[in-house]
C-alpha cells in the first residue's frame, strides 16, 4: 500500500506571496492531519480534516486554511506568507473506523522557504 | 490542555547498547494513546510503537519496548541492541481518545547519536 505524499516537497516563496500544499493519505483513509515543524517550535498541530470537514483546528492565525476533497486528499493554504512560516509542513493520515482512533502515519513533509 | 515533556534533548549510546529515552505527559484524561516517532535525517516520521492507556502491558516491537506509567504519567522508550540506522530524532506523543480532540501533541524530541 503506498504511502501519503505530499507535493510539492520543497518550495520557495516571497513575503506576501501565497502557497498551497497537497497531501494524498494512504488508500482508506479518512481523516488528515496537517503540522508545522520548525527547529523553535518543534512539532505544532495546524488542523484535521475528517469526511471533507474540519473537525479541529491549532492555534495558527486565519492565514492557515485547509481543505478535503471526497477522495480524501487535502490541500493547506497559507496566505500573505511571512518569514516565520518558513518551515517543514508535515501531514499525517489515519484510518478512522467509527470512533476508534488510529495511528497517524506521515508523508515526507513539504519544505517551505519564505525569502 | 495535554503536554508532552522530553528532559533529554540528546543522548548517545555505543552500537549494540541499550539506551532509554524520556517522556513524561500530562493530561486530565483516562483514555489515550501514546506513540513513539522517529524522524531520520531524511525527515520521513516513521512510527516506532504505541501504547492504549487502557492496556497495562507495556508494548513491544522487536529492539523496541515501552515502560508506560500511567500513574506517574511516564512513557519511556527502550532501545536493546542499539543500531547505526537508530540514530535519529524521536518524538513521544499523546492523542487523545476524544475524537473531536483528534491531534497529536508532540514533545520537543530527542536526538540520539550511536557511537560505532
Known amino acids: 500500500k503506498a504511502g501519503v505524499t505530499q507535493t510539492p516537497r520543497y518550495l520557495i516563496k516571497t513575503r506576501g506571496q501565497q502557497v498551497t500544499l497537497s497531501c494524498s493519505p494512504i488508500s482508506g483513509h479518512r481523516s488528515v492531519s496537517w503540522y508545522q515543524q520548525t527547529p523553535g517550535q518543534g512539532l505544532q498541530f495546524l488542523f484535521e480534516y475528517f469526511s471533507e470537514t474540519q473537525r479541529n483546528k491549532g492555534n495558527f492565525p486565519g492565514r492557515f486554511s485547509g481543505r478535503q476533497f471526497s477522495n480524501s486528499r487535502s490541500e493547506m493554504n497559507v496566505s500573505t506568507l511571512e518569514l516565520g512560516d518558513s518551515a517543514l509542513y508535515l501531514c499525517?493520515?489515519?484510518?478512522?473506523?467509527?470512533?476508534?482512533?488510529?495511528?497517524?502515519?506521515f508523508g515526507p513533509g513539504t519544505r517551505l522557504t519564505v525569502l | 490542555a495535554q503536554t508532552v515533556t522530553q528532559s533529554q534533548p540528546e543522548m548517545s549510546v555505543q552500537e549494540a547498547e541499550t539506551v532509554t529515552l524520556s517522556c513524561t505527559y500530562d493530561?486530565?484524561?483516562?483514555?489515550?494513546?501514546l506513540f513513539w516517532y522517529k524522524q531520520p535525517p531524511s525527515r520521513q516520521m516513521i512510527l516506532v510503537i504505541r501504547q492504549e492507556a487502557y492496556k497495562q502491558q507495556n508494548a513491544t516491537e522487536n529492539r523496541f519496548s515501552v515502560n508506560f506509567q500511567k500513574a506517574a504519567k511516564s512513557f519511556s522508550l527502550k532501545i536493546s541492541d542499539s543500531q547505526l540506522g537508530d540514530a535519529a530524532m524521536y518524538f513521544c506523543?499523546?492523542?487523545?481518545?476524544?475524537?473531536?480532540?483528534?491531534?497529536?501533541?508532540f514533545g520537543k524530541g530527542t536526538r540520539l547519536h550511536i557511537l560505532p
Open positions: 506523543a499523546y492523542r487523545s481518545s476524544d475524537h473531536m480532540r483528534d491531534k497529536i501533541i
Open positions: 499525517a493520515s489515519s484510518f478512522v473506523p467509527g470512533l476508534v482512533r488510529d495511528t497517524q502515519y
Open positions: 493530561t486530565s484524561e483516562s483514555d489515550y494513546y
